[in-house]
């Protein structure tokens, strides 16, 4: 230690002319040891390598630890000086333990207060969904048969494993019904758990059983209650995102202010609630905002390992509840994928992140009963090409810019088809030929080729699978979210693009940036999220359905961008701002622009919330009501419905069997249905009773809508799809004409007479629908 410290007092002092001074070379050398001989130094490698002339960046000076021995003069060999000067230290500077002091109790403020405000917001949007859902449909008033078309689009089916759950005579008992479940589409024993993803389900009845709910909350409230609590977390997630890169809980408020203004365009709780997607993106949430955490530079050892653990269990949480999850993970593992080959995140996290993807995958391969789809995902796909061409690539981020280029290009391609490659082969092996109809979809999607086949136009022609309308960017824009979002998405794109060629140009990544530095695009988790929204984004543009993964975080992203002064820094630093002091400025407009915004938007949108809490709207369909009473207490247990999918999950909440369910990612349920949408079509009475005893049909359900369906989308409705399915139509001109030697089943089947009479036998009707008896024994009438 006396070598060193003898080694960072002694300096030249370099004049002007360039001419050393000798009183300070002459103090270069060490004093002697009591041998005589005198001590040796080691050469300084930052004096000796760097010129006199070239001034060492201040991110590069020497630690606190060393300037603190640069304060230390000669020394005697028995250390006395040493110690004197060291108590000397101590007493002329009293105040630097309590300063850190008051630094740590400032920051333990802050997050109490952050954390405070988080929960809080979460708790009140709960509040709020609870509330409107109440005035809404008035919920407590109605009956269960009622309270059950509420889950409207079909979901109701999920409320009714739930049911079977809580009426079972155990949980192990419920559960093994449902792995063998012969009671939910007819002539198949399906594992529902996997196929419908009801672990939601499951585990919420397990809580309403464990925590002795039943005496105090009905199962409904407790069911719906438990969703409204995950949304709650779901805005707490991005309230903590926002806050964790923008270094402000403001943020946060910002954010979830927008989340609940554009509440339309950010989920569909308030008309669907058992959807999987309510279920799991509160999940996905968290996981974003623990990567967000995890990617920072600027996180304590502790912090990270929660941040890592917390990721882990989201994650494979994510990929349990909800059976598209793989593919949400697979955007978001491409948007790491881009940040690791331009050398914009850390290897060892990088390294972290793929073993949470893998393990998770694992975990729930075995959950689901190894479900083939986990073997096969993009994901797995990704990951596994991933490792494998960073093998055969190890000094892929060394070298000159064009080198790194070039060898960033031959890794897109090792790592692309290899992926391709690797699925293909898992597919062939599992036997798995789903992908084949999702490919044909995204042609046809894309106008790359055409078909007549009815699943894939009526895919087509469902809103989720449209193309985005101009008033959800008009909804946007009114709300202010928009044009805040593609202004702090500008500057932290081009930010991240100047930090990526900064990279591929040799300059290492640094990790103690400052606010003066101006650099927002260093940030990691910053680049994350400009790739995470770029990437949802697009797919936004494409499918409208999946607005409900890019807008939240669209919300999110502009409320960080407007209270972040690393932000507003950066662009001082392009403007090069000299009159007003940048950083001063920074923090300032960081403050000033999200309190004016916040205030403009609770002027606007607040007696707007209100208007809605206290208006009492009205939910009112006696005929679906009349249908499902006459079904519970009119048919057999033992009976099977034919319907339209959205009709039959209503149906199943009964508890009877169904010939279909409303899915739209599993191929055999959607040909079920096309069999049974043929009684909307010119078939024979004899077509479509064929048809509908292949699916042991007991009874079909008519609906008045789609029989008289007028779609305001050309060509989409369920009429026309199957006319020209079928072949039963005609181009004259450019004009569709519809043609067949039978009349349309829908209509015809009304009228009463043979040989419609001979097969079916009307059991009930009202306005909307019509209930058909399939005659198990044909009676010829003439």
């Given at each position: ?131 409107y859902h109440e005035r809404k449909f008035w919920f407590s008033t109605r009956q269960e048969v009622e309270r059950e078309l509420t889950f409207q689009g079909g979901s109701a089916m999920y409320y009714y494993y739930y049911k079977h759950m809580l009426s079972a005579p155990s949980f192990e008992k419920g559960v093994y019904d449902l ?203 990704l990951l596994m090409a991933t490792l494998l061409a960073r093998y055969f690539q190890k000094n892929m981020k060394k070298g000159p810019l064009v080198a790194r280029v070039l060898k960033i290009l031959l890794h897109f391609y090792l790592v692309f088809t290899t992926a391709i490659t690797f699925s293909y082969v898992v597919k062939k ?354």
């Amino acid at each position: 230690m006396a070598e060193l410290r003898c080694r960072k007092v002694v300096g030249e002092k370099e004049h002007p002319n360039g001419e050393v001074d000798s009183q300070h070379t002459n103090a270069d050398s060490c004093p002697e040891d009591e041998s005589g001989n005198e001590q040796t130094t080691s050469p300084d490698p930052v004096s000796d390598t760097v010129p006199k002339s070239v001034s060492v960046p201040e991110s590069d000076t020497v630690p606190e630890s060393d300037t603190i021995l640069e304060d230390n003069v000669v020394s005697s060999p028995d250390g006395t000086e040493e110690e004197n000067e060291k108590q000397e230290r101590e007493t002329t500077s009293p105040t630097k333990r309590p300063s850190s002091r008051s630094v740590i109790l400032q920051r333990l403020v802050k997050v109490f207060f952050g954390c405070l405000a988080a929960v809080t917001c979460g708790m009140m949007y709960a509040v709020y969904l609870s509330t409107y859902h109440e005035r809404k449909f008035w919920f407590s008033t109605r009956q269960e048969v009622e309270r059950e078309l509420t889950f409207q689009g079909g979901s109701a089916m999920y409320y009714y494993y739930y049911k079977h759950m809580l009426s079972a005579p155990s949980f192990e008992k419920g559960v093994y019904d449902l792995l063998r479940d012969n009671r939910t589409v007819s002539g198949q024993t399906i594992n529902a758990v996997e196929q419908l993803s009801l672990y939601p389900e499951l585990i919420t009845s397990l809580l309403y059983k464990l925590t002795g709910s039943q005496d105090v909350i009905e199962p409904v409230y407790f069911y719906i209650g438990v969703v409204f609590g995950l949304q709650a977390v779901y805005v707490t997630a991005l309230f903590i995102s926002s806050w964790v890169m923008s270094g402000t809980w403001v943020a946060g408020m910002l954010a979830v202010a927008w989340y609940i203004i554009n509440r339309p365009d950010t989920t569909k709780v308030d008309y669907a609630i058992p959807l999987r997607e309510n279920w799991a993106l509160p999940y996905f949430s968290c996981q974003v905002a623990a990567l967000t955490g995890f990617l920072s530079n600027n996180i304590s050892s502790a912090a990270e390992m929660f941040c890592y653990l917390l990721m882990s269990v989201t994650t494979f949480t994510f990929l349990a509840v909800w059976e598209q999850s793989h593919y949400v993970l697979f955007v978001q593992g491409l948007a790491l994928f881009l940040l690791d080959c331009f050398d914009l995140v850390q290897p060892r996290k990088m390294a972290d992140i793929h073993k949470v993807y893998l393990s998770s995958l694992l975990l729930a391969y075995l959950l689901q009963h190894q479900k083939s789809d986990l073997l096969s995902c993009p994901l797995l796909s990704l990951l596994m090409a991933t490792l494998l061409a960073r093998y055969f690539q190890k000094n892929m981020k060394k070298g000159p810019l064009v080198a790194r280029v070039l060898k960033i290009l031959l890794h897109f391609y090792l790592v692309f088809t290899t992926a391709i490659t690797f699925s293909y082969v898992v597919k062939k092996i599992l036997h798995v030929n789903e992908d084949d109809f999702a490919l044909k979809f995204l042609q046809v999607k894309f106008g790359l080729n055409s078909t007549i086949d009815f699943i894939t136009n009526l895919l087509l022609c469902q809103d989720a699978f449209l193309s985005p309308t101009q008033d959800l960017f008009l909804r946007l824009t009114h709300a202010s979210v928009l044009p805040f979002y593609l202004l702090v998405l500008l500057v932290c794109l081009l930010s991240t693009l100047h930090t990526i060629y900064r990279r591929l140009s040799g300059e290492p990544m640094n990790l103690n940036l400052r606010l003066e530095d101006g650099r927002i695009g260093e940030q990691p988790e910053v680049t994350y999220h400009v790739f995470h929204t770029l990437l949802f984004g697009a797919l936004a543009m494409v499918f409208d359905g999946l607005k409900y993964l890019w807008t939240p975080y669209v919300c999110m992203f502009a409320a960080f961008g407007v209270c972040s002064p690393e932000l507003w820094m950066t662009i001082f630093k392009w403007l090069r701002l000299k009159s007003v002091h940048p950083v001063v400025l920074a923090l300032i407009l960081s403050t000033a622009v999200p309190t004016i915004i916040g205030f403009s938007l609770w002027r606007e949108y607040f007696p707007r919330v209100l208007s809605e809490l206290s208006e009492l709207q009205e939910f009112y369909d006696p005929d679906t009501v009349e249908l499902m009473n006459w079904i519970k207490s009119q048919v057999p247990t033992a009976a099977v419905f034919a319907g339209s999918p959205q009709l039959l999950g209503m149906v199943k909440c009964s508890g009877l069997t169904v010939t279909s369910l409303p899915l739209y990612t599993d191929i055999s349920l959607l040909r079920r249905s096309e069999s049974t949408y043929q009684v909307y079509a010119m078939r024979s009475a004899e077509d479509v009773y064929k048809l509908l005893m292949a699916n042991k049909s007991s009874y079909v359900i008519i609906e008045e809508s789609l029989c008289n369906e007028m779609s305001p989308i050309k060509g989409c409705r369920i009429k026309d799809l199957l006319d020209y399915s079928n072949g039963h139509v005609v181009y004259d001109k450019g004009e569709m004409y519809a043609f067949s030697k039978h009349g349309r089943f829908c209509h015809e089947i009304k009228m009463n007479y043979s040989p419609y009479t001979n097969y079916f036998t009307r059991v009930f009707w009202n306005r909307s629908y019509h209930v058909y008896k399939v005659n198990s024994v044909i009676s010829f009438q003439y």
